[in-house]
T-cell receptor, first 114, second 112 residues
Framework: KNQVEQSPQSLIILEGKNCTLQ??????????LRWYKQDTGRGPVSLTI?????NTKSNGRYTATLDADTKQSSLHITASQLSDSASYIC?????????????FGRGTQLTVWP | EADIYQTPRYLVIGTGKKITLECSQT?????MYWYQQDPGMELHLIHY???????EKGDLSSESTVSRIRTEHFPLTLESARPSHTSQYLC???????????FGQGTRLTVV
């Protein structure tokens, strides 16, 4: 069964600190892995998208890693800001259909305190 | 910022009413999607479209219907709303099946 599991479910950190969010998946055949940021009551916004051959991709203070062999990904946030408070969703796309079906994790709810 | 728009942002209606949630994109994307999301839960695909005159049901069974008469427009309709339809509805589009998906801001629907 194709699944995406994220941990931790929630996380509280102080402003300026770093944090790492985890994503494990069983989606096969794999096409790409995406990290989205979703503010409360808003639609998800893409942070990174990585294919099988990419190990690391950065977007400002966000750095995503991918280990396609172990089917794990992480999202590292550096020097957190209050505006980083949001849900971070790991999404994996399969290439087994013409739709390129997306499988969503439940997200990690990050809260940054001043 | 993505050029995909949903209206209304919030909607509170009574049971039995017919409603249409609007979704429009100006990126010329062929593929469009509707997702349903409950608080703290993952997004579930309820409808998708490959292009004009193409609509398919998604993974999560839904009593809603969709239409795709124009590339840029993908409305979702509930003929008779019920409290079980209370949820957030997210519209998305992409240029291709394996490319980035852009999401609208969502419609928070409450049926009382």
């Amino acid at each position: 069964k194709n699944q995406v599991e994220q941990s931790p479910q929630s996380l509280i950190i102080l402003e300026g600190k770093n944090c790492t969010l985890q994503c494990n998946y069983t989606v096969s055949p794999f096409s790409n892995l995406r990290w989205y940021k979703q503010d409360t009551g808003r639609g998800p916004v893409s942070l990174t998208i990585m294919t099988f051959s990419e190990n690391t991709k950065s977007n400002g203070r966000y750095t995503a890693t991918l280990d396609a062999d172990t089917k794990q990904s992480s999202l590292h946030i550096t020097a957190s800001q209050l505006s980083d408070s949001a849900s971070y969703i790991c999404v994996v796309s399969d290439r087994g259909s013409t739709l390129g079906r997306l499988y969503f994790g439940r997200g990690t709810q990050l809260t940054v305190w001043p | 910022e993505a050029d995909i728009y949903q209206t209304p942002r919030y909607l509170v209606i009574g049971t039995g009413k017919k409603i249409t949630l609007e979704c429009s994109q100006t990126m010329g994307h062929d593929k469009m999607y509707w997702y349903q999301q409950d608080p703290g839960m993952e997004l579930h695909l309820i409808h998708y479209s490959y292009g004009v005159n193409s609509t398919e049901k998604g993974d999560l069974s839904s009593e809603s219907t969709v239409s795709r008469i124009r590339t840029e427009h993908f409305p979702l309709t509930l003929e008779s709303a019920r409290p079980s339809h209370t949820s957030q509805y997210l519209c998305a589009s992409s240029a291709g099946p394996f490319t980035e998906a852009f999401f609208g801001q969502g419609t928070r629907l409450t049926v009382v």
